[in-house]
């Protein structure tokens, strides 16, 4: 089993920036892949970004590429993303997720079902 508790959204005017962390508890936190999804109103959750047990492969969606970051401490059990140039498109929930279910230090997991837990979601507003 894995806890995962995301923080650090809230109101931002576009153009800026939020950092948002998930804290994971449970189970060897190393051994699984990361991964960021949103969700915004009347939406469907999108993938965002995700992270390899190292942090040495990411990926990131085409509407985030260049503006967000996605890392991790491995000895901290955080994964953060850092979400720099804000619009007010990138408005939503954003949750945190783990993928147990596949297994390999190069594994980089950009669906939903690949992934076996999720946080709660930290909800991020960007006005314009």
């Known amino acids: 089993q894995v806890q995962l508790v995301e923080s650090g959204g809230g109101l931002v005017q576009a153009g800026g920036s939020l950092r948002l962390s998930c804290a994971a508890s449970g189970r060897t936190f190393s051994r699984y892949a990361m991964g960021w999804f949103r969700q915004a109103p009347g939406n469907e959750r999108e993938f965002v970004a995700t992270?390899?047990?190292?942090?040495?492969?990411?990926r990131y969606a085409d509407s985030v590429q260049g503006r967000f970051t996605i890392s991790r401490d491995n000895y901290k059990n955080t994964v953060y993303l850092q979400m720099n140039s804000l619009k007010p498109e990138d408005t939503a929930v954003y949750f945190c997720a783990a993928s147990l279910r596949l297994i390999g230090p190069v594994v980089v997991p950009t669906t939903l079902a690949e992934y076996d837990y999720w946080g709660q979601g930290t909800q991020v507003t960007v006005s314009s």
């Open positions: 992270i390899s047990w190292t942090g040495g492969y990411t």
